[in-house]
């Protein structure tokens, strides 16, 4: 015998909804879903009160339906259904803005709750596929108006937001303040995505929100959580192409090429690359263009082609050469030499080219020094004690494997740390040196942390 739904019950009255009228709007919803069988009556919502579980996507489609009615997110679990599939959910690019809206906003409501089943999912290797080519076509077939700006006192509010939460990425890593985004984007950026707008207003916001979610998925990333990290991203180049802005979507995919690298498939990440260069187009954002290129060349690196590789590096430092920093938006701030230079480093440590590495490693590490970005002088400085390795030189890299720990030790960031886990296997060959033990001895206690 089944209990009553306490839970659907009490959301339901505070939603100030009939059962007639649950059944209607889940109806509605239905149809906005692509699932038109799906048409309940009031008898239906009894059965649940009374304790019947319905079948997937039911659940999903009444969270969506009360989350609308009291302005905020509303999950199955919180409905006294089962977990939903938000994790499946937000891997998929979906053509409807509501339910795009709906996902998002429950991804952002699981990961501030910490949801074990969102800590557990997975990166889907072959996820970014549909929405990077969906997102190529669609903004190729977009005319926006060149030089528009919307200026509203709500958006605004937004992305000086965002600007505070960029500067703390940057300065402090990932794992800072990334779950006070995901509450605030909870609690006032996604609401608002839900309201009517004109649709200039509606662009603007959701050009704010795909930058914001942008950044919760790179902060995720930063911090070692991938799963999380794909479906944020996903996420927001849907809203991304909704608002309008190639050059946003382009940088999104820049992420997602990023990562898909990282983490073993180097193939797509130049795939996704090369679909984010083709939608953002030339005179666009030439930091984003430059920053796209630099990942192209990252993923030719691991892919062993040397020439290929050498030449992207080319083309990501003759398009920076074209930047001028008041035409680019706020979140390509962080394309600048530092960054540049750092990911130029990496590519040729993986090309075996140590003078090459070196020379780019060194002036990351100098720019990054006079902005006291800790995570990136600590991966450059990464990068430099490889070069060392590379021409046989212990000693120089196991003085910069010591800047590296000094500087990973300020910053809460899991690929600084894989960047000293990754000069730790480096050094093995060297045997039981005694600056290998010393390196390991002294790295123990971070590595462990982490």
Known sequence: MTSPNTDLAGWLERSGMSNRELARQIKTAAQVWGEPHIRPDATAVRRWLNGLQPRPPVPEIIADVISAKVGFRITTYDLGFPEGGTADRSLAYNSSFAVTVEAVADLGRADVDRRKFLAAAPFAAVAAVGPSRDWLLNTLEQQPEPGRRVRLEDVSAVKNMFGEFQKMDVLQGGGSGRLILAQYMNQHVYPLLRE?????????????????????????????????????????????????????????????????????????????????????????????????????????????????????VAESEAAYSRVQLKNEPEWAAFIDPAYLHGEHANTFRDLNDAAAAEEHAQQSIDHARKQQRARRGAMSQAALAVSHLQRNDLEAAHSAGLRTLALTRQVKSSRAVEAVQDLQRRMQPFGTHRLVADFNDRARELVAAA
């Open 196 to 312: 009517t707008h004109s649709e200039d207003v509606r662009r603007a916001l959701c050009e704010a929100a795909a930058e914001q979610t942008y950044l919760l998925g790179w902060m995720s990333y930063d911090n070692g959580e991938h799963g999380t990290a794909q479906r944020y991203l996903i996420q927001s180049l849907r809203l991304a192409e909704e608002s309008g802005n190639a050059a946003l979507g382009a940088h999104v995919l820049a992420g997602m090429a990023d990562q898909t690298t990282l983490l073993g498939n180097p193939t797509e990440g130049r795939r996704l690359a090369q679909a984010g260069r083709a939608g953002l187009g030339k005179n666009t954002s030439p930091a984003c263009m430059a920053d796209l290129w630099a990942l192209e060349a990252r993923a030719l690196a691991k892919l062993g082609e040397n020439s290929a590789a050498t030449r992207a």
